[in-house]
């Protein structure tokens, strides 16, 4: 690999930091450029004494993005938010973020550049705000960078997780687990390990540049399967229920003027449509990664919700 370091903006989130422990067990130098440096501190340890830089960027400022980006060979921006709030905007942090990024690292002669996405940001006429940013963040990202890697993941499992932590919290705590209308939508959950390995792998081959890889587990589940997965792994009996979606969004929507919500409208909408890789489109297998099912990373953090908490040591059945 010709590529030394490595530019990862958006390396304290939850897929970021998945992304810099990968980058730094190849061995390469990781600068990670984050608006809150104080967030990405523990990640130093992923790596060799200076292996891993923390730098401060603000993807509203472009001098910080360039300087961000100075001295790398490949840019990864995984930036992105879940919920708006304040001058966090999905406009301003997906699309504005990524147009920044993409412009930058041309302007810097980079040779290779990442962009995170997700899997449905190919919905053009959706009416989903998230999705409808993510949509325009990949317009963004290759107006400015044409030759730049796209990658779009399922939902992403691991120890920080939102999906499984929250229905295992849900769970333990509530007399039953609700799915949004029937939980017949379609999902294909993705370790966040191996998103951090398809970043990896698609460095190293400079074939990749120019595509789009689509990553998913190795098994699509219903939303009502998720809920079952965690009541099995959690070793608790409780009812799976479906609300109606339009409750869950009326609920959605006043809950986004919690600090923290645990469910926003846009989310709820999300959770009615399949979230699965398109047949035929290249994934991890393109890349020679073995996907890592869920049932066997799931023991590793959610016995935490089970009676008597991870000291329980019962298997589940």
Wanted: with cysteine; charged share 20%.
């Amino acid at each position: 690999m010709s590529i030394k370091q490595v530019t990862v903006f958006g390396g304290s989130g939850f897929i970021g930091r998945a992304i810099v422990r990968a980058l730094a067990q190849e061995g390469l130098l990781v600068r990670v450029a984050v608006r809150r440096i104080e967030l990405a501190e523990p990640l130093k340890t992923a790596g060799d004494v200076g292996q891993i830089t923390l730098m401060r960027a603000n993807l509203r400022v472009p001098s910080s993005v360039a300087a961000a980006i100075a001295g790398s060979q490949a840019v990864i921006n995984a930036a992105g938010i879940p919920f708006q709030r304040g001058r966090q905007r999905y406009q301003s942090v997906h699309v504005a973020g990524a147009r920044a990024i993409a412009e930058a690292a041309s302007a810097a002669g980079v040779e290779r550049l990442v962009h995170i996405s997700g899997i449905g940001a190919d919905r053009r006429g959706s009416k989903n705000r998230f999705v409808r940013s993510k949509v325009e963040a990949e317009d963004a990202i290759v107006a400015g960078f044409p030759s730049a890697t796209i990658l779009r993941p399922s939902v992403v499992f691991g120890p920080d997780d939102a999906m499984f932590n929250r229905l295992g919290r849900i769970a333990a705590l509530a007399p039953f687990v609700p799915v949004v209308g029937s939980g017949s939508a379609k999902v294909q959950p993705v370790f966040c390990g191996d998103v951090g390995k398809a970043a990896v792998a698609v460095l190293a081959r400079p074939e990749t540049a120019k595509t789009v890889f689509e990553l998913g587990g190795p098994r699509t589940y219903t939303y009502r399967e998720i809920a079952a997965l965690v009541l099995r792994e959690i070793d608790r009996h409780k009812p799976i229920l479906g609300v109606p979606a339009p409750l869950m969004k009326i609920a959605g929507f006043f809950a986004e003027f919690l600090p923290v919500p645990p469910l926003t409208h846009d989310q709820v909408e999300l959770l009615t449509q399949d979230n699965v890789a398109r047949p035929g489109a290249p994934g991890l297998a393109a890349l020679g990664i073995q996907p890592t099912a869920a049932e066997a990373i799931l023991p590793t953090y959610l016995d935490r919700f089970r009676v008597g908490g991870r000291y329980n040591q019962h298997a589940p059945a």
